[in-house]
């Protein structure tokens, strides 16, 4: 008889994935996970509070969220029956997985954002990724190579792309989403409201393409979770079948509904980050070793002589970044998150320290 040690009946795949590598801090200064730096504006969510204690908590929430669904679609000019909701646009991105990766190939860039390719590896989906070009952009022609390579999986184009920043030539998206025919093209939208740029139009206009939104960043939500994918009711209808019942909580479903009446605070503080992107941006402009790159997210890309010694000065000024200078084309990289103006203040001090 062979003894069991206690992982032996888990998948290989899973196996293999190292645990997920995020370390919380107690920073004061919290840029490393591309958050609003603002709270849900008090006003509201005592009125959240008030619609979630008039909920009742014994019963299950609505099966698939349509009351929400029905309110997005509303906000997004998008039909009920193209809009899925999950705890988060993560999520969704496990469930397209499995909608078109799982047996398939899951095709994306390199660096990209970890969950595409960390479902990949979990699920099992042969994962192709291709290398950005030297400035960042879309290796289109590669990528185009790649899709004739393989049978139809999943495609994640993020426009803006997340680590960097960058927003890709339209006509670059495009011809992408064009080449990609029967593959499933995921244009993940997460920061779109930072960059002014909107792919619906794209999407309503092929069947297998679905824009990728959420709550987190722009609208200052992320512990509620809840993202969302536009689509085609047809799409729809086959991802909705993965989602698991029941998935989006009562109070998070009466919190959002509150977010999707009153939505004017989003835009003002989009206004106040994207003025705050370049102030930080013309701030850093001229330090002698650190090169802050352009973007037109929530966030930019920090190249220091040596991240792991800018990580720490950093934290040790009270600021928590995210090291990504283990990604190929990212020596040196620290990602750092806009936030309030005084925080910015704090990062241009600290930056500014740095040889
Ligand atoms: C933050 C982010 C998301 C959103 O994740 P949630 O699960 O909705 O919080 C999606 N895609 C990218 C590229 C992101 O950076």
Redesign the pocket.
Known sequence: MTIQTPVAGVRAAVRRVPAYPFIPTNEPIKLDQ?ENPYDFPAELKAEALSRMAAREWNRYPDLHADELRRRIGAFEGWPEDGVVVTP????L?KLLTELAGIGQTVLTVSPT?S?YTLEAQLLGARLVEVPLQGDFSLPVEALKAELGRHEPGVLYI?QPH?PTGVVDAEAAVRELTEAAGDWVVVL?E??HQYSGTDYRDLVRAGEGRLS?R????AWGL?GL???YALTSPALATQLQKLVPAFNVNTLTQAALEVALEQPAYVQARVQEAVQERSRVLSALAAHPTCQALPSQANFFLLRTPDAAAAYAHLRARGIVTRRQDSFPGLSGCLRVAIGTPAENDALIAAVTELR
């Open positions: 591309n988060g646009s993560n999520v991105i954002f969950v993020t997340a993940d997460a920061y990728l959420t709550f987190s960043k992320a979770r809840l993202g």
